[in-house]
Nanobody, 118 residues
């Protein structure tokens, strides 16, 4: 069992920056990839970014490429989502996932709200 726990959400003005953190606990040795998804009101959940725990290879959605970066600190079992140049359309609940590639299963966090508004 793995439990991802997100933190760092909040209210930010357009053009501002925010960093989300996701700390994973439990059987983390089994995790091959961690990532961030988001879901805005009335919209489907969408992938934002992923990172492999071994090599650090990243995958960033086109909608946030150039503005968001994902990174990891394996010593802390933590993944970060650094967000710059935030737009109102980035407003969403952001969810962290910890993925077991061997069985194709994802553990989800509870989510953290990011609101971009003046």
């Amino acid at each position: 069992q793995v439990q991802p726990v997100e933190s760092g959400g909040g209210l930010v003005q357009p053009g501002g920056s925010l960093r989300l953190s996701c700390a994973a606990s439990g059987s983390i040795f089994s995790i091959s990839t961690m990532g961030w998804y988001r879901q805005a009101p009335g919209k489907q959940r969408e992938l934002v970014a992923t990172i492999t725990t071994s090599s650090g290879r990243t995958n960033i959605a086109d909608s946030v490429k150039g503005r968001f970066t994902i990174s990891r600190d394996n010593a802390k079992n933590t993944v970060y989502l650094q967000m710059h140049s935030l737009k109102p359309e980035d407003t969403a609940v952001y969810y962290c996932t910890a993925n077991r590639g061997d069985i194709g299963y994802a553990y989800w966090g509870q989510g953290t709200q990011v609101t971009v508004s003046s």
